[in-house]
């Protein structure tokens, strides 16, 4: 990393404070000090013009639509790569070679069952709980299963907690759903790969022989590489908060699988879903575009437009093309909701408001349709990306542990309340 110096003047004051340039994208101006050198702090709620750290995991350019992990392209990734592959890259920073490929499948093979003690803790949920609040519950509950992974200065006990997390997401996101709609749970199958042996453990029963679909496999398979990381978002900036006190990983873990459950982050492919079954045929995709453009009307074209992406967001091109393998794996021929999808997307990418405003399809307004073609309910959409989003917490989590100068979050603020004020006895008010 670069430096140089950047000269900020406060009233009679001029400061001189550090510019940090890294590899690729804006640099930034490191205020640490600025507070003791003016008395002021900065003022930027929503993160929009402030670094929260530095980070050699995931970048993205997001006015050229590029998004890379650890410098690769996340198309290629998703074509020619795995997940696991995808998660080796992501907590050590090169891609594997195939003995260590192999080494690395096995650990996380080897980690999928869970505490049968577990299957206990399931049983205090109403079966009509939401499968999130039983991922928070049952994600935060591992360090209570996993005493001995929970020494954040361990590095041993960090590695153990950390392949622990990525083998047994999948384990517990499929007994959650197998739980949700009264079947047996499904134990994992060691000689499946990681897609293959969720989609097992989500839809096999008992009482028959369930072969696994290897190109719904592969697709599951693609659609986790392209959740798998994507910076310093909301879900992955409250891991790190959580993380930046010491506590366990698996507590980490569960505040960003709560802070992901929430609509504006991981809720947006249920809400193009069903915009797209509202808007039910191709006919009606005026309308709904003309709505989308009305200033006095809060309609919005779900799954179009991003904070960061300026242009086609690079995970939304790659789940298109899955959303058209798994349709037609499946044989649904003419899906309304796919065709009512192509139709807007060609629409709103010729009318000059979305060209204007740089509103492209984002990676929510294909998933939605893929995955309810594999036969996952809505509910468990958002549960789905948590299962591919933990690999990514949990490299940043590890980057955070290992910066020697890490220490506590701690933002400050702007405070308007009440400046100082007498206290009078209850009696006296
Ligand atoms: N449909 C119609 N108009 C839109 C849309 C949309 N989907 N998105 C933004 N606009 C307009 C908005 O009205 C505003 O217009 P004006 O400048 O005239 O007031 C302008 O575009 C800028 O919008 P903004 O809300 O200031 O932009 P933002 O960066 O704060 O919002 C967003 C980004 C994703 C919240 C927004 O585009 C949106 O609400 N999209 C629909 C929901 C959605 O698909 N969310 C998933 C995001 S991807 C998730 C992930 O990466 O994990």
């Given at each position: 990393?670069?430096?140089?110096?950047?000269?900020?003047?406060?009233?009679?004051?001029?400061?001189?404070?550090?510019?940090?340039?890294?590899?690729?994208?804006?640099?930034?101006?490191?205020?640490?000090?600025?507070?003791?050198?003016?008395?002021?702090?900065?003022?930027?709620?929503?993160?929009?013009?402030?670094?929260?750290?530095?980070?050699?995991?995931?970048?993205?350019?997001?006015?050229?639509?590029?998004?890379?992990?650890?410098?690769?392209?996340?198309?290629?990734?998703?074509?020619?790569?795995?997940?696991?592959?995808?998660?080796?890259?992501?907590?050590?920073?090169?891609?594997?070679?195939?003995?260590?490929?192999?080494?690395?499948?096995?650990?996380?093979?080897?980690?999928?069952?869970?505490?049968?003690?577990?299957?206990r803790f399931f049983n205090g949920f109403r079966r009509d709980a939401h499968p999130m609040s039983i991922m928070v519950a049952c994600v935060g509950a591992l360090a209570a299963f996993?005493?001995?992974?929970?020494?954040?200065?361990?590095?041993?006990?960090?590695?153990?907690?950390?392949?622990?997390?990525?083998?047994?997401?999948?384990?517990?996101?499929?007994?959650?759903?197998?739980?949700?709609?009264?079947?047996?749970?499904?134990?994992?199958?060691?000689?499946?790969?990681?897609?293959?042996?969720?989609?097992?453990?989500?839809?096999?029963?008992?009482?028959?022989?369930?072969?696994?679909?290897?190109?719904?496999?592969?697709?599951?398979?693609?659609?986790?590489?392209?959740?798998?990381?994507?910076?310093?978002?909301?879900?992955?900036?409250?891991?790190?908060?959580?993380?930046?006190?010491?506590?366990?990983?698996?507590?980490?873990?569960?505040?960003?699988?709560?802070?992901?459950?929430?609509?504006?982050?991981?809720?947006?492919?249920?809400?193009?879903?069903?915009?797209?079954?509202?808007?039910?045929?191709?006919?009606?995709?005026?309308?709904?575009?003309?709505?989308?453009?009305?200033?006095?009307?809060?309609?919005?074209?779900?799954?179009?437009?991003?904070?960061?992406?300026?242009?086609?967001?690079?995970?939304?091109?790659?789940?298109?093309?899955?959303?058209?393998?798994?349709?037609?794996?499946?044989?649904?021929?003419?899906?309304?909701?796919?065709?009512?999808?192509?139709?807007?997307?060609?629409?709103?990418?010729?009318?000059?408001?979305?060209?204007?405003?740089?509103?492209?399809?984002?990676?929510?307004?294909?998933?939605?349709?893929?995955?309810?073609?594999?036969?996952?309910?809505?509910?468990?959409?958002?549960?789905?990306?948590?299962?591919?989003?933990?690999?990514?917490?949990?490299?940043?989590?590890?980057?955070?542990?290992?910066?020697?100068?890490?220490?506590?979050?701690?933002?400050?603020?702007?405070?308007?309340?009440?400046?100082?004020?007498?206290?009078?006895?209850?009696?006296?008010?």
């Amino acid at each position: 990393m670069t430096e140089s110096t950047a000269t900020i003047h406060v009233g009679d004051k001029t400061v001189e404070v550090p510019v940090k340039h890294g590899t690729v994208g804006p640099s930034v101006i490191d205020i640490g000090k600025l507070y003791a050198k003016t008395g002021l702090f900065t003022y930027d709620p929503g993160f929009t013009s402030t670094a929260s750290t530095e980070s050699e995991i995931t970048y993205i350019d997001g006015d050229k639509g590029v998004l890379l992990y650890r410098g690769y392209p996340i198309d290629e990734l998703a074509e020619h790569g795995d997940f696991l592959e995808t998660c080796y890259l992501l907590l050590y920073g090169d891609l594997p070679t195939a003995a260590q490929k192999a080494e690395f499948d096995y650990r996380v093979t080897r980690h999928t069952m869970v505490h049968e003690q577990m299957t206990r803790f399931f049983n205090g949920f109403r079966r009509d709980a939401h499968p999130m609040s039983i991922m928070v519950a049952c994600v935060g509950a591992l360090a209570a299963f996993y005493h001995d992974s929970i020494d954040i200065n361990d590095p041993l006990q960090r590695q153990i907690a950390s392949i622990r997390m990525i083998a047994k997401m999948p384990t517990i996101a499929a007994m959650a759903y197998k739980y949700s709609i009264g079947q047996p749970f499904v134990y994992p199958k060691n000689d499946l790969d990681y897609c293959s042996n969720f989609l097992r453990m989500c839809f096999s029963v008992p009482a028959e022989e369930y072969k696994v679909n290897p190109v719904l496999a592969r697709a599951l398979d693609r659609i986790f590489v392209l959740h798998a990381d994507h910076e310093q978002n909301a879900s992955t900036s409250t891991v790190r908060l959580a993380g930046s006190s010491g506590a366990n990983p698996f507590g980490c873990i569960a505040a960003g699988i709560a802070c992901l459950w929430g609509p504006a982050h991981g809720g947006a492919n249920e809400a193009a879903l069903k915009m797209l079954g509202e808007i039910g045929t191709v006919e009606n995709i005026p309308k709904y575009v003309a709505r989308a453009k009305d200033k006095n009307d809060p309609f919005r074209l779900m799954g179009f437009g991003h904070r960061v992406y300026k242009n086609y967001d690079p995970r939304a091109k790659i789940m298109a093309k899955t959303a058209h393998e798994v349709l037609s794996e499946l044989g649904v021929k003419d899906d309304p909701l796919l065709e009512v999808a192509v139709e807007l997307e060609r629409i709103a990418l010729s009318d000059d408001y979305f060209i204007e405003k740089k509103l492209y399809p984002n990676i929510d307004f294909y998933s939605g349709i893929t995955l309810k073609a594999m036969g996952f309910p809505v509910s468990m959409f958002t549960v789905l990306f948590a299962v591919a989003r933990t690999v990514g917490w949990i490299a940043q989590w590890k980057e955070m542990i290992d910066d020697p100068e890490q220490k506590i979050g701690r933002p400050r603020q702007l405070y308007t309340g009440a400046p100082f004020r007498e206290y009078k006895p209850v009696g006296t008010r």
